[in-house]
């Protein structure tokens, strides 16, 4: 059984920074792609970042850009979401997940939840303004 493990979140003000961290935990795998989504209350689960394994391309949502930065570690295990120039609308729980079923570069696949069949269970960033 393989589960994502978040760590990172928490309290910081407004312009502030944060950083993410996912890493599997039990039986190891290859994924195609890592993403993180969040998920603020009484909206739904939003598309942030996403790393592809292969070629290492980025892709991000259009309210991150130029703040956040998704990155992997030379092993490939953990990921990493960089947020800086963070802001209230920032506020939500943030998910990590993997997937094993992208294999388009086309970055319209990276943003949908339903591509992901790996979730962890969410670190929750508050950003006080």
């Known amino acids: 059984q393989v589960q994502l493990v978040e760590s990172g979140g928490g309290l910081v003000q407004a312009g502030g920074s944060l950083r993410l961290s996912c890493a599997p935990s039990?039986?190891?795998?290859?994924?195609?792609?890592m993403g993180w989504f969040r998920q603020a209350p009484g909206k739904e689960r939003e598309f942030v970042a996403a790393h592809r394994w292969s070629g290492g391309t980025t892709y991000y949502a259009d309210s991150v850009k130029g703040r956040f930065s998704i990155s992997r570690d030379n092993a490939g295990n953990t990921v990493y979401l960089q947020m800086n120039g963070l802001k209230s609308e920032d506020t939500a729980v943030y998910y990590c997940?993997?997937?094993?079923?992208?294999?388009?570069?086309?970055?319209?696949?990276?943003?949908?939840?339903?591509?992901?069949?790996?979730w962890g269970q969410g670190t929750q960033v508050t950003v006080s303004s």
């Open positions: 997940a993997a997937s094993t079923r992208i294999y388009s570069s086309v970055s319209d696949y990276y943003t949908k939840t339903y591509n992901y069949n790996y």
């Open positions: 039990g039986r190891t795998f290859r994924y195609n792609a």
